[in-house]
């Protein structure tokens, strides 16, 4: 009789293959964790890249927001005192009032720097901003300067609103005519001079009701334009805090 033998030489045990398994799973887990932390890294660097990038823009919103504060109080100090002297304008020409009057001729209006706001809200970019309070900083910053612009916009209808105020009273023909169009400051100087020695006449109506409108738009315009002044000073305001915090919380001195 034959003896038969089994032969397990060449099969492999029970642990062998959980040693396989495990020895597979760690590798597994160990490139999942590497590509987590590669992938934790760049997004630091690239958070890092959109604060810096936000700073530079909040930094040049505040020097537009310092020179429109400055041009803003020059032409609210004239339109003031237009509305102060506005019954000599009923008399004979006056050189200040031409000065008064060139505060109507338009204001400093505010280009909102948002490249990097925009490509932060459009390319999915926020989520990279970690920190809640910075996003959350950035995102109220955003809407404050909005706000301002909703006003801006008021103001420019009431801009045009003035202007066609004032072209229906102002006689711009005789002063183009006096000055020759001359962009020379010292000939339109003594040829304003001139027109006041010769208490030169330079309304088109002295209609009491056409006045008044033109008033009545002067003071809603100079209305505006100190809410805009106010609006664009608190977003400064904003500006320089949001850029002292991120430096602080990114540690970018």
Same mark, same amino acid.
């Given at each position: !009789?034959?003896?038969?033998? $089994? ?15 495990? !020895?597979?799973?760690?590798?597994? %887990? ?6 987590? *932390? ?5 997004? /630091? ?8 990038? !936000? ?7 505040? $020097?537009?927001?310092?020179? *429109? ?11 003031? $005192? ?6 000599? =304008?009923?008399?004979?020409? /006056? ?7 060139? $505060? ?8 909102? %720097? ?5 490509? =932060? ?13 910075? !996003?959350?900083? #950035? ?10 612009? *909703?006003?801006?916009?008021e103001l420019d209808k009431k801009f045009y ?7 229906? #009273? ?31 006449? *330079?309304?088109? %109506?002295?209609? /009491? ?11 809603s315009y100079s209305f505006l334009c100190n809410?805009v002044k106010l609006d664009m000073a608190h977003? /400064? %305001? ?16």
């Open positions: !009789m034959e003896v038969h033998h $089994s032969h397990h030489h060449g099969q492999k045990r029970f642990k062998d293959y959980l040693s396989e398994f495990f !020895m597979i799973f760690l590798a597994v %887990t160990a490139g999942f964790f590497a590509e987590t *932390i590669r992938e934790n890294i760049s997004n /630091k660097e690239r958070e890092k890249e959109y604060i810096h990038s !936000m700073i530079s823009d909040l930094k040049t919103d505040t $020097s537009k927001l310092a020179s *429109i504060d400055n041009n803003y109080r020059i032409f609210i100090k004239y339109q003031d $005192s237009l509305m102060k002297n506005f019954k000599l =304008l009923e008399g004979n020409f /006056k050189v200040s009032l031409f000065l008064y009057l060139s $505060s109507l001729a338009g204001y400093p209006d505010f280009i909102y %720097t948002d490249g990097t706001i925009q490509q =932060l809200k459009n390319a999915g970019g926020m989520r990279l901003i970690r920190k809640r309070p910075a !996003m959350d900083s #950035i995102l109220a910053y955003d809407a404050a300067v909005k706000e301002a612009l *909703i006003d801006e916009e609103d003035v202007q066609n105020n004032r072209d229906q #009273i102002i006689n711009f023909h005789l002063l183009f005519d006096s000055t020759g169009n001359s962009k020379d400051p010292v000939k339109i100087t003594q040829v304003l001079n001139r027109m006041q020695n010769e208490k030169v006449d *330079i309304l088109l %109506t002295h209609d /009491k009701v056409a006045l008044n409108h033109f008033f009545n738009s002067i003071h809410l977003t /400064k %305001t904003k500006a320089t805090r949001l850029i002292q915090y991120l430096q602080k919380e990114y540690d970018m001195k």
